[in-house]
């Protein structure tokens, strides 16, 4: 029951990871960058289920998993969207600048999953400790 924590926790860093993702792309949702720039890029943080076992955990389809892991991974092109802004000091001889390809109702929503996945993970650790204290109790 030990190995709960383990794959609460890969869990807990994956939303964590996804919502600091989440927090770059509002933060650059207007950088603008010259024509002749790359724009920035949306990060989009990708898990993957851990198929290696976790220790000592076997149910009656096989072994249970550990968890997920999880890198950060570009989710735009650095081309971004070209926008007419001649005013800007950065645009270019024919008024146009670079703005980055996030659109913030995405990101929003993608907020709320990241906050209810985190919000999960740390209520199975919750359950769990709650669990283990109760079977202390009962050795008493």
Do not use: C, K, W
């Amino acid at each position: 029951m030990l190995s709960i924590f383990g794959v609460s926790s890969t869990g807990v860093n994956f939303y964590r990871s996804s919502l600091d993702a989440i927090a770059h792309n509002v933060s650059n949702l207007n950088t603008v960058r010259a024509r002749d720039e790359l724009a920035v890029q949306r990060q989009v943080v990708v898990g993957s289920a851990n198929e290696s076992p976790a220790p000592g955990v076997v149910g009656a389809g096989g072994v249970v998993g550990s968890g997920v892991s999880f890198r950060v991974a570009h989710g735009s092109s650095t081309d971004g969207r070209l926008v007419y802004d001649p005013e800007h000091v950065l645009a270019d001889e024919t008024g146009y600048v670079r703005h980055p390809d996030i659109d913030l109702s995405q990101e929003m929503t993608d907020m709320i999953i990241a906050q209810r996945g985190y919000q999960a993970n740390l209520a199975v650790v919750q359950r769990a400790t709650e669990a283990y204290q109760a079977a202390l109790r009962l050795g008493r």
